[in-house]
C-alpha cells in the first residue's frame, strides 16, 4: 500500500509539474501594431485603435510609416483612440500642411508686402527655380512637439508607454531607415515627409524622407521586436483597372504604387489580423473628410472583431490609460540659440518673442514660433523645451537652418474700376546690403503703369529703419472742387472732372514695435501730388491744364496695431491705423501754400457670430489744422477699392472722389456670410459726414448727409478676391456696380 501511495504522489506531482512548465510555456504573447501610410486615408488608423481601445487590447509595440507613424506614435505617447479622434478633428489641416501661419505672425512690413502676389519661386543668380516642397512642414512639427511634450524627455522610443518605432528613407542612398532613438518629434516628421508635398527632415547630417517610398508597412521588422501576434492596419491604394485611369496623374501614381502594392501582397501575410478599410473613394489629400474616413476605420475593424476578440481572450493585461494634459503655459527661463550665420541673437530674440523670466501661455509661444518662421529667412526651425528644477519653467533650446535663397520673383494680375488692368512683377532680394534686410520692387503694367519700392531693416524690438518710394497714378472723372477752389469760374457748370492724377511719394522712417502688437513710425516724406485735365479748355490756352504740380515735404507719425486674422475677409481681431503729417514746405505749382497738418485715423473690430457669419465695422476720421488753401490734399470719397492714393477713400453708392472735404467722419459695416468654404455673400452699408471745418462747426455729431448700400459676392482664388458688388445711395438714387479680379497693388 505504502507503495501504491508513494507511485501515486509521484506521478501527481509529476503531472502539476508538467502543468506548471506548460502554463509557463503559453505565456501572455506580445501584441504588436504596424500602421501602414496614407496620408488622409490614415485618420482610418484612428477608427481601428478606437475598437481595439473599446476591447481592451494591450498592445505591446507599434510599428507606423508616414501617417502611420504619426497617429502610431501619439498612440504609443499614451493617447487613446478617442482623444486622437477629437484632436485631430480639431486641427485646420490646410494650414497644417500648406505652412500657413496666423497673420499675426508675421511683421507689419511682411504683411504689407506679402498679401498681393499669387506666385512666389526663388530666383537667385536671375534663374527661375522652383522650391523643394510646397511646404517645410514646420506646422507639422509644432503640432507633433506640442503633443509629445509629455514624452519629450524619452529620446529611447521603446522606453515610450508603448514602445515605438517608424520608418524613414535617407534620400541619398535610398536606404530604409528605422528610427527608434532620438526626438520622436523630429523622427515622425522625417517619416511622414512626403516628397515634393513636405521638405526633407536632417537628421544626423542624413537627409530623410518619407519612409513609405522604401518601405510603407514595417511588419518584418515589427515581428523582430519578439512579437507573437501583429495586427496590421493597410490604407494603401489598390492597383485601378482602366477604367479609372483616365488621367497622366492616375497614371503617374498608379506607376508609383507599383512597389508598394506589390510588396504588400507578402507584407500582408505576415501579420495575423490585417484590417483593409475601405478607402476608394478617398485620396492622400482628402483630410477634409477625416470623419468619415475614421468611421471607415471603424467600421473595418468590426469586419475583423472575431479576430480582435482571440486576441484579447489571449490576454491578461488590459491597457490602463493615464490621461495627458497638453500644455498651456510655461515659463522660459534661459535662451540659448544655434545654426544662426548671417542674423544676430536679437533678430531671432526679437521674432520669437521670447524676454525670457516671464511666463506665457503656450499659444504665445507658439505665435513667436511662427513670427520667426514667417518671415521665410529659414528652412527649419527645431527646439525643445528643457524642464529645470522649478515646475512648469523650462530652458528653451533652438537651432535654426538658413535658408540660401535669398532672392525672389513674384507674380500678381489684377483688375478693378479705377486702375483698370495690371499684371505685376515684383523682385524681392533678402540681405541685400546687411544680414537682415529686405528690399522689394514691385513693376505694375498695364492701363495706369506704376511701381512701388520698399527696403527695411528688420531690427525687431529695436529701432528699425525703412524707405518706400512708390508711383501711383490713374485717370478718372473726379468732382472738380478736389482741384479748384470754391471761387473759381472753371467751376461753373461743371459737375465731373475727366482728370489724370498722379502720386510720387518717397518715405524715410525709423520703427519701434511695443507691446507685441503696435508699430510706431516716425519719419519724413517727400511728396509730388499732380492733377491735369482735357476737359476744361480756355482761350488761348493749351489742351492740358494743370491742377497742381506741387512738391510737398512733411513729418509725420504713424501707429499700427492690426491682428485681424484675415486682410481680405477678417472674422477677428482689431485694426488701427492712426497718421499724422506736418506740411512744412511746398515748391513748383503751388505758390501759395502755407503749413498745414493733416491727422486721420481708421479703425475696424471684426468678430464672428458663428464659423459661417461674421461682422466687419469700421469707424473713420479725419480733419486738416491750419492754413486751408491747399486742397487738392483734402479727402475724397467714392467707390469700392484699396491702395488709393494721398487721402482717397472708398464710399459705396457714389462714384470714385465724388465726395470732397477737409474733414470727415465715416463708419461701415459689412456682414460677411461665407456659405462654402472661399464663398462669401456681403452685405455693407456706409455713413458719413464730410464737409470743410466739420469739426469746428461740431457737424459732425448730426446724421449722416451721406449713406450708401452694398450687396455682392466674393470667391478666393488664389490670385486674390473675385468680386462683383451693387451699390446704390438713397440721397442720389443711383447705382454703380464695381468688380475687382486679384489681390490689390
Same mark, same amino acid.
Given at each position: 500500500?505504502?507503495?501504491?501511495?508513494?507511485?501515486?504522489?509521484?506521478?501527481?506531482?509529476?503531472?502539476?509539474?508538467?502543468?506548471?512548465?506548460?502554463?509557463?510555456?503559453?505565456?501572455?504573447?506580445?501584441?504588436?501594431?504596424?500602421?501602414?501610410?496614407?496620408?488622409?486615408?490614415?485618420?482610418?488608423?484612428?477608427?481601428?485603435?478606437?475598437?481595439?481601445?473599446?476591447?481592451? *487590447?494591450?498592445?505591446?509595440?507599434?510599428?507606423?510609416?508616414?501617417?502611420?507613424?504619426?497617429?502610431?506614435?501619439? $498612440?504609443?505617447?499614451?493617447?487613446?483612440?478617442?482623444?486622437?479622434?477629437?484632436?485631430?478633428?480639431?486641427?485646420?489641416?490646410?494650414?497644417?500642411?500648406?505652412?500657413?501661419?496666423?497673420?499675426?505672425?508675421?511683421?507689419?512690413?511682411?504683411?504689407?508686402?506679402?498679401?498681393?502676389?499669387?506666385?512666389?519661386?526663388?530666383?537667385?543668380?536671375?534663374?527661375?527655380?522652383?522650391?523643394?516642397?510646397?511646404?517645410?512642414?514646420?506646422?507639422?512639427?509644432?503640432?507633433?512637439?506640442?503633443?509629445?511634450?509629455?514624452?519629450?524627455?524619452?529620446?529611447?522610443?521603446?522606453?515610450? %508607454?508603448?514602445?515605438?518605432?517608424?520608418?524613414?528613407?535617407?534620400?541619398?542612398?535610398?536606404?530604409?531607415?528605422?528610427?527608434?532613438?532620438?526626438?520622436?518629434?523630429?523622427?515622425?516628421?522625417?517619416?511622414?515627409?512626403?516628397?515634393?508635398?513636405?521638405? %526633407?527632415?536632417?537628421?544626423?547630417?542624413?537627409?530623410?524622407?518619407?519612409?513609405?517610398?522604401?518601405?510603407?508597412?514595417?511588419?518584418?521588422?515589427?515581428?523582430?521586436?519578439?512579437?507573437?501576434?501583429? *495586427?496590421?492596419?493597410?490604407?494603401?491604394?489598390?492597383?485601378?483597372?482602366?477604367?479609372?485611369?483616365?488621367?497622366? %496623374?492616375?497614371?503617374?501614381?498608379?506607376?508609383?504604387? +507599383?512597389?508598394?502594392?506589390?510588396?504588400?501582397?507578402?507584407?500582408?501575410?505576415?501579420?495575423?489580423?490585417?484590417?483593409?478599410?475601405?478607402? /476608394?473613394?478617398?485620396?492622400?489629400?482628402?483630410?477634409?473628410?477625416?470623419?468619415?474616413?475614421?468611421?471607415?476605420?471603424?467600421?473595418?475593424?468590426?469586419?475583423?472583431?472575431?479576430?480582435?476578440?482571440?486576441?484579447?481572450?489571449?490576454?491578461?493585461?488590459?491597457?490602463?490609460?493615464?490621461?495627458? @494634459?497638453?500644455?498651456?503655459?510655461?515659463?522660459?527661463?534661459?535662451?540659448?540659440?544655434?545654426? !544662426?550665420?548671417?542674423? @544676430?541673437?536679437?533678430?531671432?530674440?526679437?521674432?520669437?518673442?521670447?524676454?525670457?523670466?516671464?511666463?506665457?501661455?503656450?499659444?504665445?509661444?507658439?505665435?513667436?514660433?511662427?513670427?520667426?518662421?514667417?518671415?521665410?529667412?529659414?528652412? @527649419?526651425?527645431?527646439?525643445?523645451?528643457? %524642464? @529645470?528644477?522649478?515646475?512648469?519653467?523650462?530652458?528653451?533650446?533652438?537651432?535654426?537652418?538658413?535658408?540660401?535663397?535669398?532672392?525672389?520673383?513674384?507674380?500678381?494680375?489684377?483688375?478693378?474700376?479705377?486702375?483698370?488692368?495690371?499684371?505685376?512683377?515684383?523682385?524681392?532680394?533678402?540681405?541685400?546690403?546687411?544680414?537682415?534686410?529686405?528690399?522689394?520692387?514691385?513693376?505694375?503694367?498695364?492701363?495706369?503703369?506704376?511701381?512701388?519700392?520698399?527696403?527695411?531693416?528688420?531690427?525687431? $524690438?529695436?529701432?528699425?529703419?525703412?524707405?518706400?518710394?512708390?508711383?501711383?497714378?490713374?485717370?478718372?472723372?473726379?468732382?472738380?472742387?478736389?482741384?479748384?477752389?470754391?471761387?473759381?469760374?472753371?467751376?461753373?457748370?461743371?459737375?465731373?472732372?475727366?482728370?489724370?492724377?498722379?502720386?510720387?511719394?518717397?518715405?524715410? +522712417?525709423?520703427?519701434?514695435?511695443?507691446?507685441?502688437?503696435?508699430?510706431?513710425?516716425?519719419?519724413?516724406?517727400?511728396?509730388?501730388?499732380?492733377?491735369?485735365?482735357?476737359?476744361?479748355?480756355?482761350?488761348?490756352?493749351?489742351?492740358?491744364?494743370?491742377?497742381? !504740380?506741387?512738391?510737398?515735404?512733411?513729418?509725420?507719425?504713424?501707429?499700427?496695431?492690426?491682428?485681424?486674422?484675415?486682410? =481680405?475677409?477678417?472674422?477677428?481681431?482689431?485694426?488701427?491705423?492712426? !497718421?499724422?503729417?506736418? $506740411?512744412?514746405?511746398?515748391?513748383?505749382?503751388?505758390?501759395?501754400?502755407?503749413?498745414?497738418?493733416?491727422?486721420?485715423?481708421?479703425?475696424?473690430?471684426?468678430?464672428? +457670430?458663428?464659423?459661417?457669419?461674421?461682422?466687419?465695422?469700421?469707424?473713420?476720421?479725419?480733419?486738416?489744422?491750419? &492754413?486751408?488753401?491747399?486742397? /487738392?490734399?483734402?479727402?475724397?470719397?467714392?467707390?469700392?477699392?484699396?491702395?488709393?492714393?494721398? !487721402?482717397?477713400?472708398?464710399?459705396?453708392?457714389?462714384?470714385?472722389?465724388?465726395?470732397?472735404?477737409?474733414?470727415?467722419?465715416?463708419?461701415?459695416?459689412?456682414?460677411? $456670410?461665407?456659405?462654402?468654404?472661399? =464663398?462669401?455673400?456681403?452685405?455693407?452699408?456706409?455713413?458719413? &459726414?464730410?464737409?470743410?471745418?466739420?469739426?469746428?462747426?461740431?457737424?459732425?455729431?448730426?446724421?449722416?448727409?451721406?449713406?450708401?448700400?452694398?450687396?455682392?459676392?466674393?470667391?478666393?482664388?488664389?490670385?486674390?478676391?473675385?468680386?462683383?458688388?451693387?451699390?446704390?445711395?438713397?440721397? /442720389?438714387?443711383?447705382?454703380?456696380?464695381?468688380?475687382?479680379?486679384?489681390?490689390?497693388?
Amino acid at each position: 500500500m505504502k507503495i501504491k501511495y508513494l507511485i501515486l504522489f509521484i506521478l501527481l506531482t509529476a503531472f502539476l509539474n508538467v502543468n506548471a512548465q506548460d502554463s509557463i510555456v503559453k505565456k501572455e504573447p506580445k501584441v504588436g501594431l504596424v500602421l501602414s501610410g496614407g496620408g488622409a486615408k490614415g485618420f482610418a488608423h484612428i477608427g481601428v485603435l478606437k475598437v481595439i481601445d473599446s476591447l481592451g *487590447i494591450k498592445v505591446d509595440y507599434v510599428a507606423g510609416t508616414s501617417m502611420g507613424a504619426i497617429i502610431g506614435s501619439l $498612440y504609443a505617447s499614451g493617447y487613446s483612440g478617442k482623444q486622437l479622434e477629437v484632436m485631430f478633428e480639431a486641427q485646420n489641416f490646410d494650414e497644417l500642411i500648406n505652412d500657413s501661419f496666423p497673420r499675426g505672425s508675421k511683421s507689419f512690413y511682411e504683411r504689407e508686402n506679402a498679401e498681393k502676389y499669387a506666385v512666389t519661386l526663388p530666383f537667385d543668380n536671375f534663374k527661375i527655380s522652383l522650391p523643394s516642397a510646397l511646404s517645410r512642414g514646420q506646422n507639422v512639427y509644432n503640432l507633433l512637439y506640442h503633443l509629445m511634450l509629455p514624452v519629450d524627455s524619452t529620446e529611447d522610443f521603446s522606453k515610450l %508607454p508603448i514602445p515605438f518605432f517608424c520608418i524613414a528613407t535617407d534620400i541619398e542612398t535610398g536606404e530604409s531607415l528605422v528610427l527608434e532613438r532620438g526626438k520622436l518629434a523630429e523622427a515622425v516628421s522625417a517619416s511622414a515627409a512626403l516628397p515634393s508635398l513636405f521638405q %526633407p527632415v536632417i537628421i544626423d547630417d542624413r537627409i530623410l524622407v518619407d519612409g513609405g517610398v522604401t518601405n510603407n508597412f514595417p511588419v518584418e521588422e515589427l515581428r523582430a521586436k519578439g512579437m507573437d501576434i501583429i *495586427i496590421g492596419v493597410d490604407v494603401q491604394d489598390g492597383l485601378k483597372d482602366r477604367k479609372l485611369l483616365k488621367s497622366a %496623374p492616375d497614371i503617374l501614381f498608379q506607376i508609383s504604387n +507599383f512597389r508598394t502594392i506589390n510588396a504588400m501582397r507578402t507584407k500582408s501575410k505576415l501579420a495575423d489580423v490585417i484590417v483593409k478599410p475601405d478607402i /476608394t473613394n478617398y485620396s492622400v489629400i482628402s483630410f477634409n473628410e477625416g470623419e468619415n474616413i475614421i468611421s471607415n476605420g471603424e467600421a473595418a475593424a468590426r469586419v475583423q472583431l472575431l479576430k480582435l476578440e482571440e486576441v484579447k481572450r489571449q490576454q491578461v493585461k488590459t491597457r490602463e490609460y493615464k490621461e495627458l @494634459t497638453v500644455l498651456d503655459s510655461l515659463k522660459i527661463n534661459k535662451v540659448s540659440l544655434d545654426g !544662426n550665420e548671417r542674423y @544676430t541673437r536679437s533678430y531671432l530674440i526679437g521674432k520669437l518673442k521670447l524676454k525670457g523670466n516671464e511666463k506665457i501661455s503656450y499659444k504665445d509661444f507658439k505665435d513667436g514660433i511662427s513670427s520667426l518662421i514667417a518671415t521665410n529667412n529659414f528652412d @527649419t526651425f527645431r527646439y525643445h523645451l528643457e %524642464p @529645470t528644477e522649478n515646475e512648469g519653467e523650462y530652458n528653451f533650446a533652438g537651432k535654426v537652418i538658413e535658408s540660401q535663397t535669398s532672392t525672389f520673383l513674384r507674380l500678381g494680375i489684377h483688375f478693378d474700376e479705377l486702375y483698370k488692368s495690371a499684371i505685376l512683377a515684383n523682385l524681392t532680394k533678402k540681405k541685400l546690403l546687411f544680414s537682415n534686410d529686405i528690399a522689394s520692387l514691385d513693376i505694375i503694367l498695364g492701363d495706369n503703369s506704376r511701381y512701388n519700392f520698399d527696403y527695411f531693416i528688420d531690427k525687431g $524690438y529695436y529701432i528699425s529703419l525703412g524707405a518706400k518710394s512708390r508711383y501711383n497714378q490713374f485717370r478718372k472723372s473726379i468732382s472738380p472742387s478736389l482741384a479748384l477752389d470754391e471761387d473759381s469760374p472753371l467751376l461753373e457748370g461743371v459737375n465731373k472732372l475727366d482728370a489724370r492724377a498722379s502720386d510720387f511719394t518717397n518715405q524715410l +522712417f525709423l520703427q519701434t514695435i511695443f507691446q507685441k502688437d503696435f508699430a510706431l513710425r516716425l519719419g519724413g516724406e517727400h511728396r509730388r501730388f499732380k492733377i491735369t485735365s482735357e476737359t476744361i479748355t480756355e482761350d488761348d490756352q493749351s489742351d492740358r491744364i494743370t491742377f497742381d !504740380n506741387t512738391n510737398y515735404f512733411s513729418v509725420y507719425g504713424n501707429l499700427l496695431y492690426d491682428d485681424y486674422d484675415n486682410a =481680405h475677409f477678417p472674422k477677428s481681431g482689431f485694426y488701427v491705423n492712426a !497718421n499724422f503729417h506736418l $506740411y512744412l514746405n511746398a515748391y513748383g505749382f503751388n505758390k501759395d501754400f502755407n503749413e498745414f497738418s493733416i491727422a486721420k485715423a481708421d479703425l475696424g473690430y471684426a468678430f464672428s +457670430f458663428n464659423d459661417k457669419l461674421a461682422l466687419k465695422t469700421e469707424v473713420n476720421g479725419g480733419f486738416k489744422i491750419g &492754413n486751408k488753401s491747399t486742397n /487738392t490734399l483734402d479727402f475724397a470719397f467714392g467707390g469700392y477699392g484699396a491702395n488709393f492714393i494721398s !487721402n482717397f477713400y472708398s464710399f459705396y453708392g457714389y462714384d470714385f472722389i465724388s465726395i470732397i472735404g477737409n474733414s470727415f467722419v465715416k463708419s461701415t459695416f459689412t456682414l460677411d $456670410y461665407e456659405f462654402h468654404k472661399g =464663398h462669401h455673400i456681403l452685405g455693407a452699408a456706409n455713413f458719413a &459726414n464730410i464737409d470743410d471745418d466739420l469739426f469746428e462747426t461740431g457737424q459732425f455729431f448730426s446724421s449722416p448727409d451721406y449713406t450708401g448700400y452694398a450687396l455682392g459676392y466674393s470667391l478666393e482664388t488664389f490670385i486674390g478676391p473675385l468680386e462683383g458688388k451693387y451699390s446704390y445711395s438713397p440721397e /442720389t438714387g443711383n447705382a454703380y456696380w464695381y468688380f475687382n479680379l486679384g489681390f490689390w497693388f
